[in-house]
């Protein structure tokens, strides 16, 4: 069964603490992204990887950082220099052609107390 | 600057009909997206279009004017199971979505 997966579902830290997100995805898909969502905002890009060990940021990079050491791995790590890290985060792959679908993840709920 | 206008909310009754439009302004277009997202959960791809005119894809069809700059999502044979938000995202000429904040669709029986 292909997918894409993100683990855990809802997770909760303290403040100044860093915390990594779990993407996996089994679509044989080149291009991985991450986008933060937060109430009656659209989705924001934070980064995106077209390739193995290679990623760009997108448009609310600072404070987080990301890998890409296999093409089905693309852990995002929320680092204590986030201002307001509590937000819905979502996963998302697609293929290499540039208009090609992005497909979602069930996304994670971060909390920071 | 890119920018994408939608209706916060509607509602519509079951079994009815219902067009959300979205209007926007990119930097180059490379086609656009609807989506649907249900409360508390990811979103799912319902329709790409690229070229000007409707494409129908069962009870949804979705339709584009690059011109205007405008696309809209129809919904017929409206459930309740349709009830979560719609979201507009044009591509940009660096094929990246640009996401609407959506418009919350409410469906009443």
């Known amino acids: 069964d292909g997918g894409i997966t993100q683990s855990p579902k809802y997770l909760f830290r303290k403040e100044g603490q860093n915390v990594t997100l779990s993407c996996e995805q089994n679509?044989?898909?080149?291009?991985m992204y991450w986008y933060r969502q937060d109430p009656g905002q659209g989705l924001r890009l934070i980064y995106y990887?077209?390739?193995?060990?290679?990623?760009q940021k997108g448009d609310i990079a600072e404070g987080y950082s990301v890998s890409r050491e296999k093409k089905e791995s693309f852990p995002l790590t929320v680092t204590s220099a986030q201002k307001n890290p509590t937000a819905f985060y979502l996963c998302?792959?697609?293929?290499?052609?540039?208009?090609?679908?992005?497909?979602f993840g069930p996304g994670t709920r971060l909390t920071v107390l | 600057g890119q920018n994408i206008d939608q209706p916060t909310e509607m509602t519509a009754t079951e079994g009815a009909i219902v067009q959300i439009n979205c209007t926007y302004q990119?930097?180059?277009?490379?086609?656009l997206f609807w989506y649907q997202q249900h409360a508390g959960e990811a979103p799912t791809f319902l329709s790409y279009?690229?070229l000007d005119g409707l494409e129908e894809k069962g009870r949804f069809s979705s339709f584009l004017s690059r011109s205007k700059g405008y696309s809209y999502l129809l919904l017929k044979e409206l459930q309740m199971k349709d009830s979560a938000s719609y979201l507009c995202?044009?591509?940009?000429?660096?094929?990246?979505?640009?996401w609407g904040a959506g418009t919350k669709l409410i469906i009443k029986p």
């Open positions: 990887s077209q390739i193995v060990n290679d990623f």
């Open positions: 990119t930097s180059g277009f490379n086609g």
């Open positions: 995202a044009p591509m940009d000429s660096n094929y990246q979505l640009i």
């Open positions: 998302a792959s697609s293929g290499l052609d540039g208009t090609d679908t992005q497909y």
């Open positions: 279009n690229v």
């Open positions: 679509l044989n898909h080149d291009a």
